[in-house]
């Protein structure tokens, strides 16, 4: 392998310029036989070409290099399993110029949701079938092709599928021709040439599918497919592509370059989607939507959707060089997902709710000394599969969305058409993007940019003194966990300071007096565009608290203060009583997003004060907790309103979320139970999927084995998977804890696509503190089974498994447990997601963003490991210390700090919480 910056590369000499490829799936055998004719372009002489290959077989005698009028076979084929490559040596020296490589092959359709792979789905009749689809990002091409797989490899593919008459076969492009072959039994259908891309992109499907399709303005064809008949439910995503396609052709300047674009749902799908070009691949749940959806999924749906798309410009036409820049890809999408969902719905506030989700997400990660920074070297390409994170998606689109701020929407635009214009069909870097806006700016983009994408972490700003016209602000870098800056580790990042009514200012020293213009209070990081903290004055939160009962703050602006104080607690800069008192100005809230930031500081905060107050102050805590929220949960109901908005049906699920949490007042419980019961009789109109989750878990923690056996009856007798999704993610709030076991042993079943099976698991863990002890204990004695069964599968569902089999620890001895665990059973290419858990529950974690599933699908790496079971000695000694009620013993939290800090303030007093 070649090293170019000390990555590993195949070697620059041998160029792929066109890919020729025929593939025939067997659905029986799930085998596959493939034949390629690859033009290359050889740079360089050379005796030798190597390329990647994974879990396929080359059959020697078939591979012969055409250069000129002369044919040679390779001398010698060696396969090197560590770098997943084949090197063909030949007895002379290849010359310069054109020449054609032909081989045939031989694979598996293996059921790990990676390369070219199988799933199980029933056909309109309820029989089971076999359906083949692809998966090729990051490193999977090589999985079902021989091939140079690499982003900057760009090539033309031309693909033909043979299979059964009947099915349905897709890629990329429109078909070209057909012709039957087996006296018809079979098929031979062959695509149109795609254009100049990269391996990852490319794409297949063989199955039996429905569809709808429709035409954007611009005249492209948008087709959605589903499992046989379901396609009326691609009826939503259908209209968001047509929209979102259309919206896209204009910001980027250029049109859709393929004549079709279609979107299908896999039935076994690692991620939530994937933007093969004209072909995105997408996990049921984020694509199909079936009438009486929730708002929720209909949000979801739509920002997979819109990202999907971005990435159509945006990765797909031009594309990052190596996968260093990933987040370029990713946090780009990430931040044109809200962009296009905005201009499609602006009633969906995407950009207020960025404050408590994206840019929340990026926050609560990149505060951990375990972070990273966006741009990270990778050297070997399987190292990328860690950095598909938080960091990449949300703090990538956090910091374009301070660009965009900075910039200026038209310069931001302008910039972004000129970059797409010269670089479409080929490779970017970070800096070929800062040279676009650079150039339509005016900016020094680079400069302002660098401190964000190049150092890790993000800075607190400290309000020093504040004359009424003038600020002196102070930036360090911010710790959750409120730890030593040391000297050296200082940073300095350039902020822009932007307050409402100028332009920004930027912030470039340890210090700086900036002029603010006049107004009642102080409010810097106006509308949320810069990820930062900011610390004010006891004397400004008194004058923000009043502004927010006069409805003078932003719905974004809102957010974010909540979001920043409870940080601040945590880390120790702001005292929780203080933080409190701004809590209770919002009685009169009814926004979801302020509501939902609320939410996640009042999770933050009640697992360490159920650990450490009395209880009566503990009661007396729930008790202001019930009463900010009764007004707005009378007011929002249970019912869905005729003059209901997007974001009253998600502030609905958040409140009775709330109330199921907090609530002293049994009225909710029995409603919740009626609810339930009415809609397992078969009355489904009083349970609406909006509120469905909530109440399945309410009725699950008040009732026992009738509710439990009944939701899984309600799963195994579901046609959709979003109604599986709902009964998995609740399911383990079952208060029984022989029933939570039995939640556990239906995990590792078998019974469970291991695309879902963490979901169970993790409602059990974050059920109870004794569930998560539960969780960890069976996890750990079960680790074989659960690593053979997704070991090879996509990265992303071991790392779920990770994360979720330690959540809802927050404890010393729970993070030494887990770190000890890693230690015996290590998972090599598992390390940053081990270590940013570890740190997190060091720090006490709080609610991740539900929407976006972070924790449960970011990817992260896999690895391998000699996994030796645990002995029993070992499972139970310190889940018994976990067992005992720790949750009322103080002492043995690693937050400690947090702990003291909030003893030492008025909220440990019965008193305080009825002052409120
Ligand atoms: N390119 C990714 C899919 C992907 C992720 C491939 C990890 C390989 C490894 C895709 O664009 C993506 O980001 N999908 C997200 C959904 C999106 C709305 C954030 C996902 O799968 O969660
Ligand atoms: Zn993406």
Redesign the pocket.
Known sequence: MAKAEGRVLLPPTVEPVKYDIKLKPDLVNFTFDGSEKIRLDIQEATDEIALHVKEIAIKNHTIVLKAGSTEVKPEAVTYSIKDATVTFKFEEMLPVGEAELELEFFGLLNDQMAGFYRSGYKDITGASKIMAST?F??LDARRAFPCWDEPGRKAVFGLTLVVDTGLTALSNMPEKHRCYLDGGAKMEVAFMDSPKMSTYLLAFIVGEFDFIQAQTSHGVLVRVFAPPGRSKDGQFPLEVAVKALDGYDDYFGLPYPLPKLDMIAIPEF??????NWGLVTY?EV?LLIAEGASRKQMQRVC??VT??LA?QWF?NLVTMNWWDDLWL??GF??WC?NYMAHEIFPDFAMWDQFTSDTQAAAMRLDSLRSSHPIQVPIKHAEEV?EV?DAIS?CKGASVIKMAHAYLGADAFRSGLQAYMQKHKYSNTETSDLWAAWSTASGCKVNELMASWTEQMGYPLVTVKSFNGSEVELEQSWFLADGSEVKKEEEKIWKIPIICKGQKPVLMEAKTQKISVPKSDFLLINAGRQVPMRVLYSDETYSQLATAIQKGQLSVSDKAGLVLDSFALAKSGHLGADKVFKLIASFRSERNFIVWDAISQALTGFDTVLMAGVSDPTYAAFKAFVSKLIADAAKEVGWEKKASDGHLDGLLRETLINMQSKYSVDPEAMAEAKRRFDAFMAGDASLLPDDIKEPVFKMALKSGGKKEYQALRNLQAKATTNIERKHVYVTIGHTADIALKKDVLDWVVSGDIKIQDFFYPMGSVAASSKEAAALTWDYYKSHFDRIWSMCKTA???LMDAMISLSARGFSTAEAAAEVEQFYKEHPLKQNQRTISQLLEGIRNLRCKASEN??WGV???AGYGSSGNQLVKDSRVSSVSKKLRTPLARQGESWTNAAFLNRILKTPVIEESFWKSL
């Open positions: 998966q990002e990051s690692a991620a939530g989607a994937m933007e996990r984020d920002i997979v990202h999907e990435h990765g890809n990713e999408a990430s997902e599969e598909f998606y996509s990265p992303s976006r599933d699908l970011a990817p």
